[in-house]
């Protein structure tokens, strides 16, 4: 079993930043990437980024290029998403997941994590 928490959301003004943190425990051999993802109200779950936990190699979808980076600590088995230069429309819950292989599908990735609220508002 793996257990994934995020942390990290609140409220942030447009154009600011935050960095997300995803705590990652359990059986290391059951997964290989690390994702995020973000769900705004009435719409589907979507893929923003992954991160490779052999190479460490990170893995951006078009939609999002430019704003976010992934990063992870090997020490803490941990990974971070930060975005900067945050709009409205960048609120939504954020989640990670664990899963065997790249994909930005939400359906390819085994384990969530119950997900951090951001909200970008003045």
């Known amino acids: 079993q793996v257990q994934l928490v995020e942390s990290g959301g609140g409220l942030v003004q447009p154009g600011g930043s935050v960095t997300l943190t995803c705590a990652v425990s359990?059986?290391?051999?059951?997964?290989?990437?690390i994702g995020w993802f973000r769900q705004a109200p009435g719409k589907e779950r979507g893929g923003i980024s992954c991160?490779?936990?052999?190479?460490?190699?990170?893995y951006y979808y078009d939609s999002v290029r430019g704003r976010f980076t992934i990063s992870r600590d090997r020490e803490k088995n941990t990974v971070y998403l930060q975005i900067n230069s945050l709009k409205p429309e960048d609120t939504a819950t954020y989640y990670c997941?664990?899963?065997?292989?790249?994909?930005?599908?939400?359906?390819?990735?085994?384990?969530w994590g119950q997900g951090t609220q951001v909200t970008v508002s003045s």
């Open positions: 997941a664990a899963g065997s292989f790249i994909s930005e599908l939400p359906s390819d990735y085994d384990y």
């Open positions: 991160i490779s936990t052999r190479t460490d190699s990170p």
């Open positions: 359990g059986n290391t051999r059951d997964y290989d990437v």
